[in-house]
Nanobody, 114 residues
Framework: QVQLAESGGGLVQPGGSLRLSCVVS????????MAWFRQAPGKERALVAA???????AYADSVKGRFTISRDNVKNTIYLQMNSLKPEGTAVYFC????????WGRGTQVTVSS
């Protein structure tokens, strides 16, 4: 049974940084494109960043230059380094394949506020 476990969220001031982690269990991620998504209050879940099996990356325009996605296939884990955070980055962050077809995890809450 595939499980996704996101962690690393929290409360941070505008301009601050956080590093999110997502451990995938029950299925090796080696051959998959993996991604981070986020869902802000009252909005639909949206793609933030993706990394494919050859480590090529892609980002939503709103986070380019500030967020970095990476993967560790040995640890079956993906990461999202978030720098220069803005209040509009407040959301629950989730990981999944892209396009998503694994059961969603609980996500990790990121709140950007002074």
């Amino acid at each position: 049974q595939v499980q996704l476990a996101e962690s690393g969220g929290g409360l941070v001031q505008p301009g601050g940084s956080l590093r999110l982690s997502c451990v995938v269990s029950g299925n090796a991620i080696t051959s998959y494109t993996m991604a981070w998504f986020r869902q802000a209050p009252g909005k639909e879940r949206a793609l933030v960043a993706a990394v494919n099996r050859i480590y090529s990356t892609a980002y939503a325009d709103s986070v380019k230059g500030r967020f970095t996605i990476s993967r560790d296939n040995v640890k079956n884990t993906i990461y999202l380094q978030m720098n220069s955070l803005k209040p509009e980055g407040t959301a629950v962050y989730f990981c999944n394949k892209n396009p998503p077809d694994m059961p969603w995890g609980r996500g990790t809450q990121v709140t950007v506020s002074s």
